[in-house]
């Protein structure tokens, strides 16, 4: 890739504050999981109660990404990703001054960080309307790598809270939200195609198309694996090898940076090599690396590598999926983020609190990653079937990009 070329070919401010908002925003949304040790230790949860705890702001995020996708049709995406922040910031410090001193208010703080998942929606299509389709994967992952926010929380959540408590953490979380806001009016700026707003049929069409199915499948795979696993590996973690909240964190935090750093990557590869491709590699090593985990590893560094892998596996994936995309649905992909973005949560969503009513119901995590090793295998063959139709489907332009 020339990056010279790259630079001068979209507006760089923007893919910058698309980035540092997806950052600041996506560290706020999981800020439960790291946190999930000292909550639960304080308001004495149980295994399912932990799950749910960390899974519902990925569900909050997961619906409110359809809503973000059809802001960004009708105010464009600048305005949508202000309403967005600006609800998360004033929601913080609301829950901070009041106090979060029940299980039920800690839900309802998770149903509020939905709000800063659901900035997918907004960051993704901000940065891609800038872009040429030779260079949309790369821009696509390098705004999505603000999904490494999730390595933040997962730092010094649990640290700041040992020194200055959970609840505080909470009001603390507000003021990089703050800088990233002022950031994104100064720098932020709408593509150049303006298109008018669809009627609610046209979002209905899309969902009438097999491959938007697709897609948002293949990304619930991928993106439900990272957000699921970054918001409850500090449990993990802490349960089944007894790793207290820092050193959990920790952990959790090299997860997650691994996953994070690579999805570019997986954007630029896809670039290169094509999406449907590099995605195949990617899921079949998912799916086994998974496998092992449900094995139930002994030693937690044996544990921690596979976990590595697997990450890797699911960050690059996220980019590759973010590369096919918009080479399928570009006249629509303010919706169809919306919509395949609302799939990924919703896998992260069941991954998350499967893990947690896997422990409580069997002892282990065997069974929540066993299931989803398998869902990796089924993304496998599905994509080694439909591949051979998008050949014969897809047109000639998008083919050769997407190289399928």
């Known amino acids: ?84 922040q600006i609800i998360v910031i004033v929601g913080l410090l609301g829950f901070w001054a009041c106090g979060v001193d029940s299980y039920g208010a800690v839900l309802a703080l998770g149903a509020v960080l939905g709000v800063a998942g659901a900035s997918f929606a907004v960051a993704l299509p901000l940065a891609s309307h800038w872009y040429p389709p030779k260079y949309r994967g790369v821009a696509l992952g390098i705004a999505g790598a603000g999904n490494s926010g999730t390595v933040l929380a997962a730092l010094f959540a649990p640290l700041l809270a040992a020194h200055f408590g959970w609840r505080n953490v909470i009001g603390l979380a507000a003021a990089p939200l703050a800088v990233a806001l002022l950031l994104y009016i100064v720098l932020a700026k709408d593509g150049p195609e303006k298109r008018p707003p669809k009627p609610l049929s046209g979002y209905l ?3 009438s198309q097999p491959d938007a199915w697709w897609f948002m499948f293949y990304y619930a795979v991928t993106f439900g694996g990272f957000s699921g696993l970054a918001s409850s590996l500090g449990i993990y973690f802490n349960t089944q090898y007894g790793l207290d909240a820092v050193a959990a964190g920790y952990c959790t935090a090299a997860c997650v940076f691994v996953g994070s750093l690579v999805r570019p990557l997986g954007g630029a590869a896809s670039d290169r090599f094509g999406g449907a491709r590099v ?115 897809w047109n000639t332009q998008a083919a050769a990009a997407a190289r399928i």
Not at 57 to 62: C, D, I, K, Q, W
Not at 65 to 84: D, P
Not at 346 to 359: H, I
């Open 1 to 84: 890739m020339n990056s010279k070329e790259f630079l001068k070919s979209g507006h760089w401010p923007t893919l910058l504050a698309a980035f540092v908002y997806f950052d600041m925003s996506f560290m706020v949304w999981i800020l439960l999981g790291p946190l999930a040790v000292q909550i639960a230790a304080d308001l004495h949860l149980d295994a399912s109660q932990k799950g749910l705890m960390v899974a519902l702001p990925v569900l909050a995020g997961a619906l409110l990404r359809v809503v973000n996708g059809a802001l960004v049709e009708r105010l464009q995406a600048k305005r949508a990703g202000l309403i967005g």
């Open 205 to 207: 069409k899309v969902l």
């Open 279 to 393: 995605l195949t590699i990617l899921y079949g090593v998912a799916a086994a690396a998974f496998a092992i985990v449900s094995c139930g590893l002994a030693d937690v560094r044996l544990a921690l590598a596979v976990l590595l892998v697997g990450m890797l596996a699911l960050g690059m994936g996220n980019g590759a999926v973010f590369q096919l995309a918009p080479q399928r649905f570009r006249a629509e992909m303010g919706i169809v983020t919306g919509l395949i973005g609302m799939a990924g949560g919703l896998g992260g969503f069941y991954l998350a609190s499967s893990l947690g009513f896997s422990r409580q119901i069997t002892g282990g995590y065997q069974a929540g990653f066993l299931i989803f090793a398998t869902l990796a295998a089924l993304a496998l063959a599905a994509l080694t079937g439909v591949k051979r139709r998008w050949r014969t489907t």
